[in-house]
């Protein structure tokens, strides 16, 4: 090869390895979760509050189920491992049933893989139930969590839920994603 073929090649090389290189800013970036001194993990980017709907929105029935939907993106940096979903306005407490707890990937009526969770009610508030995953949810999933209430309240109006999720982690900060609403109505009055 003559030497001005050479130089081409070589020019044309460097200056796509440049280009590469100044254009690397638009390739994601892995998502690295936040840890604080103390060890405490936190989410690097929130999960997102989707959905909070019933199945059934009369007072006194006993067939509701109440779907909970949340998307944890990839720049979350950390999984989902539980989600406390606390009623915090209604003229009465909803019990729920902790055994008929259930979650699955993707939303209602598109369900795909059905995860394993436990769930609690929080000893210190009743007004809280606890879903835990088994194992974790990973970033970039959307997921769904049923619960099963006793029955809708006796008291028609509206119930407000305060969502919160948890990353993975021995000491692990919560982040509040915001509310769901519920609105009972009552077909006697």
Same mark, same amino acid.
């Given at each position: 090869?003559?030497?001005?073929?050479?130089?081409?090649?070589?020019?044309?090389?460097?200056?796509?390895?440049?280009?590469?290189?100044?254009?690397? #800013?638009? $390739?994601?970036?892995?998502?690295?979760?936040?840890?604080?001194?103390?060890?405490?993990?936190?989410?690097?980017?929130?999960?997102?509050?989707?959905?909070?709907?019933? =199945?059934?929105?009369? %007072?006194?029935?006993?067939?509701?189920?109440?779907?909970? =939907?949340?998307?944890?993106?990839?720049? $979350?940096?950390?999984?989902?491992?539980?989600?406390?979903?606390?009623?915090?306005?209604?003229?009465?407490?909803?019990?729920?049933?902790?055994?008929?707890?259930? $979650? #699955?990937?993707?939303?209602?009526?598109?369900?795909?893989?059905?995860?394993? %969770?436990? $769930?609690?009610?929080?000893?210190?508030?009743?007004?809280?139930?606890?879903?835990?995953?088994?194992?974790?949810?990973?970033?970039?999933?959307?997921?769904?969590?049923?619960?099963?209430?006793?029955?809708?309240?006796? #008291?028609?109006?509206?119930?407000?839920?305060?969502?919160?999720?948890?990353?993975?982690?021995?000491?692990?900060?919560?982040?509040?994603?915001? %509310?769901?609403?519920?609105?009972?109505?009552?077909?006697?009055?």
């Amino acid at each position: 090869m003559k030497p001005i073929y050479l130089s081409l090649i070589g020019f044309i090389f460097t200056t796509t390895c440049i280009g590469l290189n100044y254009f690397s #800013f638009l $390739a994601p970036e892995p998502a690295l979760a936040v840890q604080l001194r103390d060890g405490t993990v936190a989410f690097a980017k929130s999960p997102l509050l989707l959905d909070f709907v019933t =199945t059934q929105n009369n %007072v006194l029935s006993w067939s509701a189920r109440y779907y909970v =939907t949340i998307f944890i993106p990839e720049e $979350a940096g950390e999984n989902l491992s539980e989600v406390a979903i606390e009623e915090r306005e209604g003229s009465e407490r909803i019990v729920f049933l902790e055994n008929k707890t259930f $979650a #699955f990937q993707g939303v209602k009526k598109k369900e795909q893989q059905p995860l394993f %969770v436990t $769930a609690s009610i929080d000893e210190e508030n009743r007004r809280i139930i606890k879903v835990k995953f088994d194992p974790p949810v990973q970033p970039g999933e959307t997921i769904t969590i049923g619960l099963k209430p006793r029955q809708n309240p006796w #008291f028609s109006g509206v119930y407000i839920f305060g969502v919160t999720a948890y990353p993975q982690g021995e000491k692990s900060q919560g982040i509040y994603l915001g %509310v769901g609403r519920l609105q009972f109505y009552s077909p006697f009055w």
